[in-house]
């Protein structure tokens, strides 16, 4: 299918304090081969050289400063000023590869019905300088609400929506609670309005390094059970037969924050909220999988998520060449 040159594409990066990586963020939207876009860059109140390092971009990026109010409010920001029929939200430290921008057109040029679609993601370690794992591993597409109740399955840089939709559901939730996953509110939001499109193969890289959100586990808590009450709330009667296994999800997520942070007693003081709350819980797969995690400790999931992730990325690498030798 040939792709319409005539759809305009807005790319909002909110930033703050990535004088040292938006460079790279901002370089990897003008180099897409698809040319009708806008760059906006919303800094929200970065004290370092950031203005700077956005000036040596010329007119091509539209820059915009504002006092310190978060990332939600900086998006808002961005979104409110631009112009394009599709919109791209990248975080500053994260990139798109080569023909990120083409392939979500394309997959929503095809599904008129759709006002939402998303690619695979890589994760990348800054540290180690390698792919660690592609996300999501269990790809959604169509109805997609309640799956995306039970936990974000797509990656910031990874969606482009409509605006259309956006100006149904509404912009992003600046409650400071649900800083870090004020994304996945608004996705579900999304969600319960459009059906999704998924194109396989990832086309945008998320960076991983010592100043990610994630790092942050109190905070991460804090705003992942802010999203799962909105989300609850907002879509009560549709979200009702699912509140188990929505909850069960949550705590299991939760508890996976904390192994991830090395804190095997917060994980499983997370999962003995969850049984003392709703024992029933324990029926749940994902649940009852993350108790026994939580039991061996975190050093041992370390270890076991090592062999998997490889084992993961050996496939998808045999899938690709097995793609390519094809005539």
């Known amino acids: 299918m040939v792709v319409s040159d005539d759809v305009l594409i807005s790319v909002v990066i909110a930033t703050y304090n990535r004088a040292e990586v938006i460079g790279r963020s901002v370089s990897s939207v003008l180099s897409q081969d698809y040319r009708r876009r806008e760059v906006i860059v919303v800094d929200d109140g970065s004290t370092d050289n950031t203005a700077s390092v956005i000036a040596t971009f010329g007119p091509d990026v539209r820059f915009i400063r504002q006092d310190n109010r978060e990332r939600a409010a900086a998006r808002n920001v961005g979104l409110r000023v631009s112009r394009g029929e599709l919109v791209v939200f990248l975080d500053s430290d994260d990139e798109m590869l080569p023909g990120h921008l083409h392939a979500l057109l394309r997959a929503l040029q095809t599904r008129p019905d759709a006002a939402i679609a998303y690619t695979e993601a890589e994760f990348y370690d800054d540290r180690s300088r390698e792919v660690f794992d592609v996300y999501p591993r269990r790809p959604v597409e169509g109805d997609a609400l309640v799956r995306s109740a039970m936990g974000n399955f797509m990656a910031t840089g990874s969606v482009m929506v409509r605006r259309r939709l956006l100006d149904l559901v509404g912009d992003f939730d600046e409650d400071r609670d649900l800083s870090g996953s004020e994304d996945w509110e608004l996705w579900t939001r999304c969600l319960a309005e459009s059906p999704v499109v998924f194109v396989p193969g990832a086309t945008v890289r998320i960076h991983f390094h010592d100043r990610n959100t994630v790092g942050d586990v109190a905070a991460m808590e804090r705003a992942l059970r802010s999203a799962v009450g909105k989300i609850l709330d907002r879509h009560a009667v549709r979200l009702a037969p699912y509140r188990r296994?929505?909850?069960?999800?949550?705590?299991?997520?939760?508890?996976?924050?904390?192994?991830?942070?090395?804190?095997?007693?917060?994980?499983?003081?997370?999962?003995?909220?969850?049984?003392?709350?709703?024992?029933?819980?324990?029926?749940?797969?994902?649940?009852?999988?993350?108790?026994?995690?939580?039991?061996?400790?975190?050093?041992?999931?370390?270890?076991?998520?090592?062999?998997?992730?490889?084992?993961?990325?050996?496939?998808?690498?045999?899938?690709?060449?097995?793609?390519?030798a094809r005539p």
């Open 245 to 324: 296994v929505i909850h069960a999800q949550s705590w299991s997520l939760l508890a996976h924050h904390y192994m991830l942070a090395h804190d095997g007693p917060g994980a499983r003081s997370i999962i003995y909220e969850g049984i003392r709350k709703e024992p029933l819980v324990l029926l749940q797969r994902s649940f009852s999988s993350m108790l026994i995690k939580s039991l061996l400790g975190p050093r041992w999931v370390g270890r076991m998520r090592l062999v998997r992730r490889r084992s993961h990325l050996r496939r998808k690498s045999a899938r690709e060449k097995r793609h390519d």
